[in-house]
């Protein structure tokens, strides 16, 4: 029977070394799960990406494409407090979606397509009117954050005036626009709109938005975050410019 001073020692070695090597794998495996769903988040968002007659917007010299982390990267929305997905900006399976925005500094206006997927509908076909005052909601609120200069969710919107002028169907796309039109100290007032190709409109709203409010009863780093605007690639982003730097050259 072999008896040797060292055995204990190699036994508590290798248990050390197995437990070292299934640490690894763990990471490895996050780290690869990590990288499909950012596949996959691409993959759907450009299959929803801008329609042929909104490519204008990613050409033109006067807009921006606005980025923010959270509506991109889903393992550090969640470990950062967010607790389930973008109603707007979650992706082609949500029943409203806009797969970006594009924000004009000049004009103080955000436009960007918005699909009405298959669950907006209400009535046979036609999309709920909630979906259409949804969107709009959206718009005042990331107009009113951007053209404020301080930084995404500085605010909150707090009145949406839909009128529903036509009905959309689901499955389609439009055109969703803000522009602000009056600051009044913490008071951003917002004029939006839902259209399609041919100009018609299918909704209005005259929303307000207010700027510097607090949006959490404990702050913490992510409600300080600031602007920043990349140049070079037409950006706006919010958050560490290393994120941005590594998400570009991931594609
Ligand atoms: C800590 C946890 C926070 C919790 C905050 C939670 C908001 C989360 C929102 C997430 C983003 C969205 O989804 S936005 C869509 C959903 N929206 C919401 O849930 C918003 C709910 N509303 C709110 O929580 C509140 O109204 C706030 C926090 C935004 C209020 O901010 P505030 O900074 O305290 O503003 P306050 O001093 O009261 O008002 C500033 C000026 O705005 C005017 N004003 C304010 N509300 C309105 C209004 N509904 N309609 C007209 N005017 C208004 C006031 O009269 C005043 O005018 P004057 O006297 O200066 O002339």
Redesign the pocket.
Known sequence: MPSCSASPWLHRCAIAGTAAASAVAVLVAARAVARRRHRHRAAALAAVSVPPWLKWLEESPFHYKVRLREWEDEDWRRDSGWQGSDLIHGGSSSAICVPCYFYSPAEMALKGPVIFGRSSESHRGFCHGGAMTSAL??V??HVAFLAAGRGP?C??????NCKLNKPVRSGQVLLLEGKVIKQ????VSVQASLSDEDGLVYATMEG???V??????EESNLDQREWRYDEVSRTIFDGSPSWHLESKQRG
């Open positions: 909601d959206d005042c609120g969710w605010g909150a919107t707090v009145q949406v009044d100290g913490k008071k307000l938005s207010i510097g409010a607090k949006m959490q009863l």
